[in-house]
């Protein structure tokens, strides 16, 4: 097993002294992507929902994914108030069979501003970058 740190330059820089994205060689070719926790800047929960999902799209092309190859979400909430809104956006980025899922509510997050926070990992098949 062979395990990659990158930071692609395709989304935006992370926030802090950590790699966004870990690629996880497979023996088949294939491999697993898990990346870092995202946030967004916006003004409400579906700004920001936006604006994850837009880093997660890119963090995930840069690996030869999309976001139809997630295969687990964890979302940190600070107000589960926000969790239709959060759901309503999510839908039209995860239109397939939804993924496995975690949501849990959070006092707050690193920024005080994150209303949410958004981690994945995702499959990336055989022969793919």
């Known amino acids: 097993m062979h395990v990659t740190l990158d930071n692609p330059t395709a989304a935006p820089r992370p926030l802090g002294p950590y790699s966004q994205v870990a690629r996880v060689q497979l023996a088949d070719g ?6 870092s926790g995202q946030i967004a800047e916006g003004a409400d929960i579906a700004e920001q929902t936006h604006g994850v999902f837009a880093t997660l799209t890119a963090l995930l092309q840069a690996h030869g994914a999309t976001l139809a190859d997630i ?15 959060y759901a309503a956006v999510r839908r039209t980025y995860l239109t397939g069979t939804p993924p496995t899922s975690t949501t849990v509510s959070v006092p707050r997050l690193f920024r005080p501003e994150a209303l949410i926070e958004v981690e994945v990992v995702a499959s990336c098949a055989v022969g793919r970058p």
């Open 30 to 35: 294939g491999a697993l992507l898990y990346l």
């Open 71 to 85: 295969i687990n979400i964890r979302t940190f909430l600070t107000d589960m108030d926000d969790l239709p809104g």
